[in-house]
């Protein structure tokens, strides 16, 4: 998976705890991001990073929050974690953005009950 | 595994076939394609990719195929084998570094050895 790592693998909470999602590389690209897939709707963009402490919102950012302090770690929040936040959650990483190549790790599957 | 096949269009292709996904992009001012590969329980693979001033790229059994007049995006898969028994994404760039890429919702292709 391109040097990418997503912690945790799986992780069940309840409605309105806090809940965090890591994402880290070892590749030294410069852009990262954070996606959610959902049967019917294919990956959406939550959030990505173009750089340390630079971020921006994605197509469905609403209820999520993210920080990127170092380059090798981008971190997803989700500050009140709702059902509609039950997903597989993704993170990318690609050298040159938005006409480059990006490489997904393996995932996360959260489930808020 | 994942149920990101959930109601997708699917093609079945027996072993040793070529197989031919097809995709359909939405903006005209898309510079930039990619397709995925997704495995159940896995991270989209990137496969190929292919800029706007090309026409057909090929990679090692796969042939990716841009008709812009028509918005229309394809890729094929020489005889095709039971390892690509997957979930197929296309995706467009919608511009410059800063911009995202924009996913389909993928075709399931089932290889019958």
């Known amino acids: 998976d391109a040097g990418i790592t997503q912690s945790p693998r799986h992780k069940v909470t309840e409605t309105g705890t806090p809940v965090t999602l890591r994402c880290h590389q070892t590749e030294n690209h410069r852009y990262m991001y954070w996606y959610r897939q959902d049967p019917g709707h294919g990956l959406r963009l939550i959030h990505y990073?173009?750089?340390?402490?630079?971020?921006d919102k994605g197509e469905v950012s609403d209820g999520y929050s993210v920080s990127r302090s170092k380059t090798e770690d981008f971190l997803l929040t989700l500050e009140s974690a709702t059902s509609s936040q039950t997903s597989v959650y993704f993170c990318?990483?690609?050298?040159?953005?938005?006409?480059?190549?990006?490489?997904f790790g393996a995932g996360t599957r959260l489930s808020v009950l | 595994g994942e149920s990101v096949g959930l109601h997708l269009p699917t093609l079945s292709v027996q072993e040793g076939d070529n197989s031919i996904i097809n995709c359909a992009y939405s903006?005209?001012?898309?510079?930039?394609f990619i397709w995925y590969k997704q495995e159940s329980g896995k991270g989209p693979q990137f496969i190929i990719d292919?800029?706007?001033?090309?026409d057909k790229r090929q990679g090692q059994r796969v042939t990716v195929l841009l008709n812009k007049t028509v918005k229309h995006l394809s890729l094929q898969i020489a005889a095709t084998q039971p390892g690509d028994s997957a979930v197929y994404f296309c995706?467009?760039?919608?511009?410059?570094?800063?911009?995202?890429?924009?996913f389909g919702k993928g075709t399931k292709l089932s290889v019958k050895p």
């Open positions: 990073s173009y750089g340390v402490k630079d971020t």
């Open positions: 990318a990483i690609s050298p040159q953005g938005g006409t480059d190549i990006q490489y």
């Open positions: 995706a467009e760039s919608n511009g410059g570094s800063q911009g995202n890429l924009i």
């Open positions: 292919i800029r706007s001033n090309m």
């Open positions: 903006n005209s001012a898309s510079d930039y």
